[in-house]
Protein backbone atom coordinates (compact mmCIF):
# COMPACT_ATOMS: atom_id res chain seq x y z
CA UNK A 1 0.00 0.00 0.00
CA UNK A 2 1.32 3.42 -1.40
CA UNK A 3 -1.21 5.41 0.62
CA UNK A 4 -2.44 7.05 -2.95
CA UNK A 5 -6.03 6.21 -4.30
CA UNK A 6 -7.37 7.00 -7.39
CA UNK A 7 -10.98 6.67 -8.18
CA UNK A 8 -13.15 5.13 -10.14
CA UNK A 9 -11.34 1.92 -10.78
CA UNK A 10 -12.97 1.40 -14.01
CA UNK A 11 -15.08 3.46 -16.49
CA UNK A 12 -16.23 3.31 -19.67
CA UNK A 13 -17.49 6.43 -21.83
CA UNK A 14 -17.97 7.31 -25.38
CA UNK A 15 -15.75 9.15 -27.82
CA UNK A 16 -16.76 12.70 -27.46
CA UNK A 17 -17.35 12.79 -24.10
CA UNK A 18 -15.61 14.24 -20.84
CA UNK A 19 -14.15 12.47 -18.06
CA UNK A 20 -12.94 13.51 -14.33
CA UNK A 21 -10.15 10.93 -12.49
CA UNK A 22 -9.50 11.41 -9.16
CA UNK A 23 -6.67 10.52 -7.31
CA UNK A 24 -5.83 11.20 -3.63
CA UNK A 25 -2.63 11.86 -2.32
CA UNK A 26 -0.65 11.22 1.14
CA UNK A 27 -0.39 14.20 3.53
CA UNK A 28 1.78 16.11 2.92
CA UNK A 29 2.61 15.20 -0.73
CA UNK A 30 2.61 18.61 -2.58
CA UNK A 31 3.54 17.40 -5.73
CA UNK A 32 1.60 14.66 -8.04
CA UNK A 33 1.73 13.65 -11.47
CA UNK A 34 -0.25 11.95 -13.92
CA UNK A 35 0.93 9.36 -16.24
CA UNK A 36 -0.95 7.29 -19.30
CA UNK A 37 -0.31 3.90 -19.81
CA UNK A 38 -1.51 2.28 -22.73
CA UNK A 39 -2.13 -1.41 -23.04
CA UNK A 40 1.40 -3.43 -23.09
CA UNK A 41 3.44 0.12 -22.91
CA UNK A 42 5.22 1.79 -20.19
CA UNK A 43 3.35 4.93 -18.30
CA UNK A 44 3.87 8.15 -20.07
CA UNK A 45 4.25 11.53 -18.26
CA UNK A 46 0.97 13.50 -18.81
CA UNK A 47 1.89 16.65 -16.05
CA UNK A 48 3.06 17.58 -12.89
CA UNK A 49 1.74 19.66 -10.31
CA UNK A 50 3.03 21.35 -7.49
CA UNK A 51 1.53 23.59 -5.15
CA UNK A 52 -2.00 23.77 -7.06
CA UNK A 53 -0.21 25.08 -10.23
CA UNK A 54 1.10 22.82 -13.46
CA UNK A 55 5.04 23.07 -13.52
CA UNK A 56 5.80 20.67 -15.88
CA UNK A 57 3.89 18.82 -19.20
CA UNK A 58 4.55 16.26 -21.40
CA UNK A 59 3.83 15.61 -25.00
CA UNK A 60 -0.27 15.76 -24.58
CA UNK A 61 -2.66 18.01 -26.14
CA UNK A 62 -4.76 20.84 -24.02
CA UNK A 63 -7.88 18.77 -24.06
CA UNK A 64 -5.75 16.86 -21.23
CA UNK A 65 -5.90 19.20 -17.85
CA UNK A 66 -6.03 19.08 -14.18
CA UNK A 67 -6.35 20.46 -10.87
CA UNK A 68 -4.79 20.26 -7.85
CA UNK A 69 -6.83 21.16 -4.11
CA UNK A 70 -5.00 22.09 -0.70
CA UNK A 71 -6.48 18.23 0.84
CA UNK A 72 -3.60 16.48 -1.48
CA UNK A 73 -6.00 15.46 -3.81
CA UNK A 74 -5.78 16.24 -7.56
CA UNK A 75 -8.21 15.54 -10.54
CA UNK A 76 -7.70 14.60 -14.41
CA UNK A 77 -10.08 15.88 -16.77
CA UNK A 78 -10.24 14.75 -20.14
CA UNK A 79 -12.20 16.89 -23.15
CA UNK A 80 -13.54 15.09 -26.35
CA UNK A 81 -12.10 11.87 -25.98
CA UNK A 82 -11.07 9.75 -28.37
CA UNK A 83 -10.03 5.84 -29.13
CA UNK A 84 -6.95 5.92 -28.44
CA UNK A 85 -7.54 7.95 -24.62
CA UNK A 86 -8.11 4.05 -23.52
CA UNK A 87 -5.36 3.30 -20.93
CA UNK A 88 -4.58 2.94 -17.61
CA UNK A 89 -4.43 6.28 -15.98
CA UNK A 90 -1.44 6.33 -13.32
CA UNK A 91 -1.04 9.36 -10.67
CA UNK A 92 2.19 9.44 -8.34
CA UNK A 93 2.51 11.60 -5.21
CA UNK A 94 5.90 12.76 -3.68
CA UNK A 95 7.21 15.04 0.04
CA UNK A 96 8.47 18.26 -0.89
CA UNK A 97 11.90 19.49 -0.59
CA UNK A 98 15.11 18.68 -2.50
CA UNK A 99 15.26 17.38 -6.19
CA UNK A 100 17.00 13.85 -4.35
CA UNK A 101 15.73 10.31 -4.68
CA UNK A 102 12.35 11.47 -3.09
CA UNK A 103 10.52 8.09 -4.36
CA UNK A 104 7.07 9.10 -5.84
CA UNK A 105 4.20 6.97 -4.63
CA UNK A 106 1.89 5.55 -7.32
CA UNK A 107 -1.99 4.81 -7.26
CA UNK A 108 -3.40 2.12 -8.44
CA UNK A 109 -4.64 3.66 -11.32
CA UNK A 110 -8.29 3.80 -13.10
CA UNK A 111 -8.54 1.67 -16.21
CA UNK A 112 -10.84 4.18 -18.35
CA UNK A 113 -12.37 3.00 -22.32
CA UNK A 114 -13.71 4.64 -24.81
CA UNK A 115 -15.74 3.38 -26.88
CA UNK B 1 14.96 14.00 -25.19
CA UNK B 2 16.13 10.98 -22.98
CA UNK B 3 14.70 7.30 -23.83
CA UNK B 4 14.72 4.33 -22.28
CA UNK B 5 14.71 1.10 -23.91
CA UNK B 6 14.01 -2.75 -22.87
CA UNK B 7 14.75 -4.93 -25.05
CA UNK B 8 12.89 -7.92 -23.39
CA UNK B 9 9.34 -8.04 -23.98
CA UNK B 10 9.72 -11.38 -21.87
CA UNK B 11 11.46 -12.86 -19.38
CA UNK B 12 11.03 -16.39 -17.56
CA UNK B 13 12.95 -18.03 -14.87
CA UNK B 14 12.88 -20.62 -12.70
CA UNK B 15 11.77 -20.50 -8.93
CA UNK B 16 14.96 -19.86 -6.77
CA UNK B 17 17.38 -19.43 -9.77
CA UNK B 18 18.62 -15.85 -11.15
CA UNK B 19 17.42 -13.26 -13.67
CA UNK B 20 18.34 -10.90 -15.10
CA UNK B 21 16.58 -7.90 -16.49
CA UNK B 22 18.39 -5.50 -19.28
CA UNK B 23 17.80 -1.79 -19.84
CA UNK B 24 19.50 1.06 -21.98
CA UNK B 25 19.01 4.53 -21.83
CA UNK B 26 19.84 7.89 -23.42
CA UNK B 27 20.60 11.22 -22.20
CA UNK B 28 22.81 13.91 -22.46
CA UNK B 29 22.75 14.62 -19.32
CA UNK B 30 25.47 13.63 -16.13
CA UNK B 31 22.68 14.09 -13.19
CA UNK B 32 20.20 12.03 -13.46
CA UNK B 33 18.51 8.80 -11.21
CA UNK B 34 17.77 5.23 -12.48
CA UNK B 35 14.60 3.16 -11.07
CA UNK B 36 13.31 -0.20 -10.96
CA UNK B 37 9.76 -0.46 -10.78
CA UNK B 38 7.54 -3.61 -10.36
CA UNK B 39 3.63 -3.46 -11.44
CA UNK B 40 1.97 -6.30 -10.63
CA UNK B 41 -1.20 -7.41 -12.07
CA UNK B 42 -2.70 -5.07 -9.21
CA UNK B 43 -1.67 -2.34 -11.41
CA UNK B 44 -0.19 -0.32 -8.67
CA UNK B 45 3.49 0.59 -9.53
CA UNK B 46 6.03 -0.39 -6.37
CA UNK B 47 9.53 0.99 -6.25
CA UNK B 48 12.13 -2.52 -6.24
CA UNK B 49 15.63 -0.11 -6.21
CA UNK B 50 16.98 2.97 -7.38
CA UNK B 51 20.52 4.12 -8.80
CA UNK B 52 21.88 7.83 -8.25
CA UNK B 53 24.02 7.93 -11.27
CA UNK B 54 26.83 10.00 -9.19
CA UNK B 55 26.93 7.07 -7.37
CA UNK B 56 29.55 4.83 -8.27
CA UNK B 57 28.30 2.06 -6.27
CA UNK B 58 25.71 -0.26 -7.67
CA UNK B 59 22.64 -0.24 -5.81
CA UNK B 60 21.48 -3.44 -3.83
CA UNK B 61 18.06 -4.26 -1.82
CA UNK B 62 17.81 -7.91 -0.12
CA UNK B 63 17.67 -10.18 -2.82
CA UNK B 64 17.44 -7.29 -6.13
CA UNK B 65 20.79 -5.82 -7.15
CA UNK B 66 21.69 -3.65 -10.48
CA UNK B 67 24.76 -3.38 -12.70
CA UNK B 68 24.88 0.31 -13.38
CA UNK B 69 27.11 1.08 -16.15
CA UNK B 70 27.26 4.83 -16.84
CA UNK B 71 29.64 4.98 -19.92
CA UNK B 72 27.63 2.34 -21.44
CA UNK B 73 24.29 3.59 -20.69
CA UNK B 74 23.26 0.45 -18.97
CA UNK B 75 21.21 -0.06 -16.24
CA UNK B 76 20.20 -3.75 -15.80
CA UNK B 77 18.22 -5.65 -12.50
CA UNK B 78 19.35 -8.76 -11.31
CA UNK B 79 17.05 -10.74 -9.33
CA UNK B 80 18.42 -13.58 -7.00
CA UNK B 81 16.28 -16.41 -5.66
CA UNK B 82 13.45 -15.44 -7.95
CA UNK B 83 10.10 -16.38 -6.16
CA UNK B 84 6.53 -16.42 -7.10
CA UNK B 85 5.72 -12.90 -5.45
CA UNK B 86 8.26 -11.43 -8.36
CA UNK B 87 6.17 -12.20 -11.15
CA UNK B 88 5.31 -9.34 -12.63
CA UNK B 89 6.10 -6.46 -15.23
CA UNK B 90 9.26 -4.88 -14.70
CA UNK B 91 9.93 -1.17 -15.57
CA UNK B 92 13.09 0.79 -15.89
CA UNK B 93 12.85 4.32 -15.69
CA UNK B 94 14.91 7.47 -15.98
CA UNK B 95 14.51 11.09 -13.98
CA UNK B 96 17.01 14.03 -13.89
CA UNK B 97 18.05 15.79 -11.58
CA UNK B 98 17.04 19.13 -12.11
CA UNK B 99 15.28 20.96 -9.73
CA UNK B 100 12.30 21.24 -11.62
CA UNK B 101 11.88 17.80 -13.54
CA UNK B 102 10.49 15.44 -11.85
CA UNK B 103 9.10 13.47 -14.49
CA UNK B 104 10.33 9.61 -14.75
CA UNK B 105 10.65 8.34 -18.31
CA UNK B 106 9.74 4.43 -18.48
CA UNK B 107 10.66 1.67 -21.08
CA UNK B 108 8.33 -0.12 -22.09
CA UNK B 109 8.52 -3.05 -19.65
CA UNK B 110 9.75 -6.92 -19.16
CA UNK B 111 7.52 -9.39 -18.12
CA UNK B 112 8.83 -11.56 -15.80
CA UNK B 113 7.20 -14.88 -15.38
CA UNK B 114 8.50 -17.46 -12.71
CA UNK B 115 8.18 -21.30 -12.98
CA UNK B 116 7.66 -23.32 -10.12
Known amino acids: ETGVTQSPTHLIKTRGQQVTLRCSSQ?????VSWYQQALGQGPQFIFQ???????GRGNFPPRFSGLQFPNYSSELNVNALELDDSALYLC??????????????FGPGTRLTVL | AQTVTQSQPEMSVQEAETVTLSCTYD???????LFWYKQPPSRQMILVIRQEAYKQQNATENRFSVNFQKAAKSFSLKISDSQLGDAAMYFCAYRSANQGAQKLVFGQGTRLTINP
Open chain 2, 27 to 33: TSESDYY
Open chain 1, 92 to 105: ASRLPGLAGVNEQF
Open chain 1, 49 to 55: YYREEEN
Open chain 1, 27 to 31: SGHNT
